[in-house]
Each structure stands twice: as C-alpha cells, then as structure tokens.
T-cell receptor, first 114, second 115 residues
C-alpha cells in the first residue's frame, strides 16, 4: 500500500515570489508520481508526472517537480507565481506494477495575493 | 471531445432519499472511479471499476453502490442518503490495466447536500 503526506495544508505567498509545495510518500514498491491542480469549482487536472529518467520534471504553467528517491519526496516548485495559480494542489502516487488505484495526499491550498 | 461528464452538477436531498449520480467518458478508457472530496480530507476513493464488468470497493464504500453500465458509463447510487454523505463527488477515468502510468481524467464534480 502507498501513502502520501502533503506537509502544508495552506501556503500563502505574494505574487511573483517563488513557491515550493512539499510532498512525501511511502511505498514498499516502486511508484509513479503525479501532481494535480484543482481550480475553484472544477475537477482535478494533471500538472505533471514522474515516470522514469530525469528526476526533474517540467509541467504546465511553469511548474516543475523534483523526485528524490532517498528522501521519498516529490516537491513541486514554481520560480514566480501569478494570482491565477491560486488553487488546491494534490500529490498522488500509484504502484508501477500490477493494478492499483491512485492514492492522493490531502492537498495544499496555494493562496497568491497581490 | 467532452472527456468525463457528470450529472447532475448540484443536488439537494433530504435524509433517507435516494439518487443516482451519472458519469460517462468518451475516451475509450477501461477504468473508472468515484471519489468524494471533503474539506481537509483530500480525495477518498468510494468505488472503482478496473474494467467493464468488474467493480471493487475503495476506501469509503459504505452507503454507496455502483453500476458499470457499459464501457462508457459508471453510476454511483445512494440508496438512503445521510447528512454524512454531503460532499463533492468526482468521477474519473484512465486507460486501465497495463497503463499504471496513465493519468486520471476527472469530471467537474457533483455537489451534493443532504439535509
């Protein structure tokens, strides 16, 4: 079984500042890692995913995430945020082999103010 | 390309009433899922269907039933609604077995209030 911990429930930041949203996971098997974003009153959409290869993954809207196997982390970063990045962000993991469902963290609300 | 379509978008029920939430996808995906989202709880899996003809319980199945009507459609039924089922419900789909790296595609949700 897998579990995901998002260390911050809310992250307030000023526009044009950098941001990091933290995600740690636990799993006894190799996993794929995902970040999803949920804008107000909408469903979730994929931001980026780590499958294999380079540990730095680039996604949509200028976001990137770094996979760190030794620390079992997959932190999300953006060098300069916009007001429009205000949303809830979910980290998720899924086992690589067999069939398993996606396990989500509890989410981090990113609040960008002018 | 509509993706994942959920109906209705909003619903208010009285305790004890029943209803069915509908979900359809047009991406030829094999696997479909029902999640509920509550403040501070993230998304919790209610039921899923790994492929047409199969359904399995997720983390929080009590009080719900599902039907995989065909490859496109996956419905969620509340037989006797309770206030604890007030939530936002999301349907999602993905390619399925052999495609563990495939992301989920989500509908826009159904906001259900049980009074």
């Amino acid at each position: 079984a897998q579990s995901v911990t998002q260390l911050d429930s809310q992250v307030p930041v000023f526009e044009e500042a950098p941001v990091e949203l933290r995600c740690n996971y636990s799993s006894s098997v190799s996993v794929y890692l995902f970040w999803y974003v949920q804008y107000p009153n909408q469903g979730l959409q994929l931001l980026l995913k780590y499958l294999s290869g380079s540990t730095l993954v680039k996604g949509i809207n200028g976001f990137e995430a770094e996979f760190n196997k030794s620390q079992t982390s997959f932190h999300l970063r953006k060098p300069s945020v916009h007001i429009s990045d205000t949303a809830e962000y979910f980290c998720a993991v899924r086992a690589r082999s067999g069939y398993s469902t996606l396990t989500f963290g509890k989410g981090t609300m990113l609040l960008v103010s002018p | 390309n509509a993706g994942v379509t959920q109906t209705p978008k909003f619903q208010v029920l009285k305790t004890g009433q029943s209803m069915t939430l509908q979900c359809a996808q047009d991406m030829n995906h094999n696997s479909m899922y029902w999640y509920r989202q509550d403040p501070g709880m993230g998304l919790r899996l209610i039921y899923y269907s790994a492929s047409e003809g199969t359904t399995d319980k997720g983390e929080v199945p009590n009080g719900y039933n599902v039907s995989r009507l065909n490859k496109r459609e996956f419905s969620l039924r509340l037989e006797s609604a309770a206030p604890s089922q007030t939530s936002v419900y999301f349907c999602a789909s993905t390619e399925g077995k052999g495609a563990q790296n495939s992301p989920l595609h989500f509908g826009n949700g159904t906001r259900l209030t049980v009074t």
